[in-house]
């Protein structure tokens, strides 16, 4: 018989999975129908965003994300094949790639990101 504590654990954590399952298929499902993008793509958008430099490597990326490095990779070559990011070979390491958002990346992530926020506090507020 499981413990006072452990039911306890277990529905905080039924609790925490209850918000992120249904806060990731409405921002899924948002982004969706209005950008045409997915949740995945958003956050490599928002990560490459949000980094102070103009550009950002891909190996700090694949670090600040929960998906995998060759999930991120795919992510990635979508988002480089819809002209919103670029990838480019750095000049000191030939093994580090670095991502920036094209001006169409840019104005798409600008838009996007303000339905993600929104549903962010609607979900978590």
């Known amino acids: 018989m499981a413990s006072t504590t452990d039911r306890l654990l277990v529905e905080q954590w039924r609790s925490i999975q209850d918000a992120y399952f249904r806060t990731s298929c409405a921002l899924d499902r948002a982004l969706d129908a209005k950008f045409d993008i997915g949740l995945n793509e958003f956050e490599i958008l928002d990560l490459v965003a949000e980094n102070s430099k103009s550009s950002c490597r891909m ?32 000049a000191d390491d030939r093994r580090s790639l670095y991502l920036e958002l094209t001006a169409a990346g840019r104005k798409l992530h600008q838009a996007a990101a303000v339905e993600h926020r929104a549903l962010l506090k609607e979900n978590l507020a």
């Open 59 to 90: 190996k700090e990326l694949g670090e600040r994300t929960p998906m995998s490095q060759s999930a991120v990779s795919k992510v990635v070559d979508r988002l480089e094949k819809a002209g919103l990011l670029t990838r480019q070979s750095c």
